[in-house]
């Protein structure tokens, strides 16, 4: 979608008539850039265009962000309401495990032999190649107790040894017996972090209406002006697990290694910070082909396990089976895959009560490539929150997501767009620290209606681990980052938070006619062509497809902030090098059929054209860039095979 928003180079001068003169002409100038008004409109549209702006910022020049409306009319074709998920086995259970048990079920005891491995995460080695044991044979009528957290069972009928007929994969927490793990207190609570790929606040309330009812009467804090501060989940991420910056940006620079090939085991992830104080950790994502820091084998994981209990095993075992691929869709067999993921973290819930713990759990399977799905997931992730209400007790809960939807065709819409900044957080606060301490309480409902970060939970995560909460807790200063149980005392635009012009969802988007947008939107494609036209000069096997415009799917005009058009600070100047902004989407006839989206910029004294910041996705591309390492090469690439 195009926009634009008014940059200005000042000289100080002292106010006279021509000076005024001149400022009304570049008013004029600015109005004119709307093309779609015409001179005889423009007095009006100039009233318009202030009360809009007064509308979404206030003098000062904070970010407020927008109170989007789930139900707004016109974003309600995207929405479609969810049945229930069904998980068609194609074989039946042979094994059952069950407190450390693996038995074979009664009614197959006469009729197979069976034998089982253990696996886990090969320290030192990689984060794909798992260290097998040696097979045992299971005992048809005892069982065998397995002391390893996953295990995989292959069975043969006896009447036909010739090839398996079933295989199948099992999980356990075992408590960890090589640190100990102190208990939990109203000063040291435990942590749990429950997590939903691609979850805008709105999204939430429409496809998970019964766990949105249940954090509510459990008391969770809406985090209502939670904003991303980066386009994907990695990025997020790591402003969420280290406070730093992953990624660059036209603003700010990365302050950790942004190369691809790398190992995260040394990166300050913020569970080293709880282990560190004698919690047990946790770390379970379901998808190993897309995992967050396993990006389509483009980054490396870690090569030594990243927490005490580490889920990635166990999907890397079995996702790649021919069992697991003819299951039905987001199912293993007869169970859906985020309830085999959440059975893991209640076991690690049930087996360190009152010990303090420290989880967090991702799920991105039904949530990161489809705007509805995740509506199917309700009811189960209702039901855990009720009934683990009592064992939260001695917990911090937070529920979050790195962003809202990314590629859904809700993309195309000015409240989609707006969505795709605003991911889902809410917290609670255990009920006897909330007696404790209500001041936390206070504080976080305060900080709800304001602006906040995924610096700040960061920065949240801090305060918890140092279990002092009488005293204050400052700041990170170079990003103004707040723990959310502090005041947010000073609001913050959007850059003093360092959330980059490209996400801040503060400015009013004015809508404009495609056909005012097509000169940035042709400079866009021209800029992607060049861009891919570098990557097929340096290789011989494949070239990048060459986008050719087919429509203009957005275009917009940015509105800034009041305080952006009136500030004090250059009040009496002349301005020069005025800049207009467009953000335009537009989608490339095929075979790429990609929709991408960016903010081009039109010096009006040059009339030069340039496209700043980061080029973004808004439809999905699967392996279709498989042949580019470049973050940006990535999402505009579709590969093909030179002759």
């Known amino acids: 979608m195009t926009s634009m928003a008014f940059h200005f180079r000042s000289v100080r001068k002292k106010p006279s008539v021509k000076r005024l003169l001149f400022l009304g002409f570049c008013a004029f100038v600015i109005f004119k850039g709307f093309l779609y008004i015409s001179n005889a409109t423009v007095p009006l549209e100039m009233q318009r265009y202030l009360v809009l702006l007064a509308e979404q910022s206030s003098d000062s020049g904070e970010c407020n962000v927008p109170r989007l409306d789930p139900w707004d009319p016109t974003i309600l074709k995207y929405y479609a309401k969810q049945g229930k998920l069904e998980c068609t086995a194609l074989q039946s259970n042979v094994t059952s495990f ?32 798992l260290l097998y044991s040696e097979y045992i044979t299971l005992d048809n009528e005892k069982g065998a107790r397995v002391d390893k957290e996953f295990v995989e069972v292959e069975c043969v009928k006896k009447l036909l ?57 459990m008391g969770f804090v809406d985090m209502e002006g939670h904003v991303k501060v980066a386009d994907n989940t990695y990025a997020n991420w790591i402003a969420i697990l280290t406070g730093k910056r992953g990624t660059t940006v036209r603003e700010f620079p990365a302050e950790l290694n942004e190369e691809w090939n790398i190992y995260f085991d040394d990166f300050p992830l913020i ?39 580490y889920f990635r095993p166990f999907w890397v075992s079995c996702f790649w089976t021919l069992g697991f691929r003819r299951s039905s869709e987001h ?17 690690f819930i049930d087996k360190y009560p009152g010990r303090r713990k420290f989880a967090y759990h991702w799920s991105q399977d039904m949530s990161h490539d489809y705007l509805n799905l995740i509506g199917v997931a309700d009811d189960d992730i209702d039901d855990f929150f009720r009934r683990n209400k009592q064992k939260f007790n001695d917990s911090i809960v937070i529920f979050f997501s790195d962003h809202g939807h990314r590629y859904d065709s809700i993309r195309e819409t000015a409240v989609g767009r707006l969505e795709s900044r605003l991911p889902y957080l809410s917290i609670r606060i255990p009920p006897e620290m909330d007696k404790k301490y209500p001041h936390l309480r206070k504080n976080l409902i305060e900080n709800s209606k304001k602006m906040t970060t995924q610096f700040d939970l960061h920065r949240t995560l801090e305060h918890i681990v140092t279990g002092d909460f009488m005293a204050s807790f400052p700041a990170e200063k170079s990003k103004q980052a707040h723990s959310l149980f502090t005041p947010i005392s000073k609001p913050r635009t959007c850059y003093e938070a360092q959330v980059p012009e490209d996400f801040c969802p503060c400015f009013k988007e004015l809508k404009i006619p495609a056909d005012d947008a097509r000169e940035a939107a042709q400079h866009l494609l021209e800029y992607a062509n060049e861009k891919m036209a570098e990557f097929d000069a340096s290789q011989r096997e494949y070239e990048c497809t060459k986008l050719v415009l087919e429509r203009i799917t957005d275009a917009s005009v940015q509105i800034p902030p009041q305080r952006i058009v009136n500030d004090p600070q250059v009040q009496g100047t002349t301005s020069v090098g005025l800049t207009l902004n467009y953000r335009v989407a537009l989608q490339a006839k095929p075979p790429s059929s990609a929709i991408i989206e960016a903010v081009v910029i039109k010096d009006l004294d040059s009339g030069k054209l340039t496209v700043t910041g980061e080029i973004e996705r808004n439809n999905k591309y699967g392996n279709t860039s498989h042949c580019v ?14 002759k």
């Not at 075992?174 to 100990?180: A, G, I, L, Q, S």
């Open 271 to 309: 569970w080293k910070n709880y282990s560190a104080n004698d919690y047990v950790t946790l770390f379970a994502e379901d998808r190993p082909d897309i995992g967050t820091f396993n990006y389509f084998e483009k980054l490396n994981g870690f090569k030594y396990t990243p927490t005490d209990h």
């Open 161 to 217: 040894p010739f090839g398996n007929f079933y295989r199948y994969h099992h999980h356990q927490i075992v408590p960890t017996m090589e640190k100990r793990i102190e208990r939990s207190s109203v000063d040291r609570p435990s942590v749990i972090m429950f997590g939903l790929d691609s979850m805008s606040r709105s999204n939430f309330e429409r496809q998970m209406p019964r766990t949105h009812r249940a954090l509510k009467e």
């Open 331 to 347: 199912c293993y067999q007869s169970a859906p895959q985020h309830l085999i993921q959440m059975n893991y973290l209640q076991e």
């Open 629 to 642: 390492a470049d973050r940006t090469l990535k999402k505009i690439c579709n590969c093909v095979k030179l």
């Open 98 to 129: 069950r407190d450390g048990i693996l038995t074979v079920n009664n009614e197959f005891r006469d009729s197979v032999n069976c034998k089982y491995r253990t696996f886990a995460h090969n320290n030192g080695v990689s984060d794909v190649d």
